[in-house]
């Protein structure tokens, strides 16, 4: 158990080095969620009273979006160094090298979030300092990790992968987007977590029941 967290906590921080030193994934991300955020504040008229419904849904497709691209771009690092043969070589579980990943994407999403949620506080005036604001925010960047992850490893070798990547994605993170949506209006409108509990409940399931799914095929993911 101990060895296994040492190889997930290994690759995570194989992927953050990296990143600290080219800057890709989490400026794909940012950059991505954060001019879609500016399309849509000129799309709507912010200085009226936006609905928190429209707001939340607005919020949640830029995000989904933008992490579709960072993910993409994190998987075709490794490809264009070859560092995932090498992983795949190395004495640990396929399924560690999925978790590894996960916990990268993970964080890779939730550290653009901290540049795209003030950006869109301050463009659409609603508040994102609450616990339950930062929970749902965590639980659906488990849920962009896990099926993102999954579906990056499956297209890493495909051609048309920056075509393939959205269209397996976008449908399958559909009840967490539903999920993050309903909860964020909620919570624009002052609600507690009594009212937000069962979607966040749903949310935690759905991320419980891709992941055992994913680390069930992780070995037909990574085969050489």
Do not use: H
């Amino acid at each position: 158990m101990k060895n296994s967290l040492l190889s997930i906590y290994n690759i995570a921080k194989k992927d953050l080095l990296i990143e600290l030193r080219n800057k890709d994934v989490i400026l794909s991300i940012s950059g991505f969620g954060t001019i879609i955020i500016f399309i849509f504040s000129f799309a709507f008229d912010v200085g009226s009273s936006l609905s928190s419904s429209t707001a939340a849904g607005i919020l949640w497709s830029s995000i989904s979006f933008a992490s579709i691209t960072g993910i993409n771009r994190s998987f075709l690092l490794e490809s264009e160094n070859d560092t995932l043969e090498a992983l795949i070589m190395a004495p640990i579980s396929r399924d560690i090298i999925y978790l590894g990943k996960v916990v990268g994407n993970f964080i890779f999403i939730t550290i653009s979030e901290m540049v795209i949620l003030p950006i869109f506080a301050i463009l659409f005036n609603f508040s994102i300092l609450s616990l339950e604001f930062i929970t749902c925010c965590l639980l659906a960047n488990i849920g962009f990790s896990v099926v993102g992850t999954l579906f990056a490893s499956l297209s890493i070798k495909v051609r048309a992968r920056e075509v393939l990547l959205p269209m397996l994605f976008l449908p399958c993170i559909i009840p967490i987007l539903f999920s993050s949506i309903e909860a964020t209006s909620m919570i624009f409108q002052g609600k507690g977590w009594n009212d937000l509990s069962i979607w966040f409940q749903l949310t935690v399931a759905f991320n419980l029941i891709f992941l055992i799914f994913s680390l069930f095929i992780s070995n037909v993911i990574y085969e050489d």
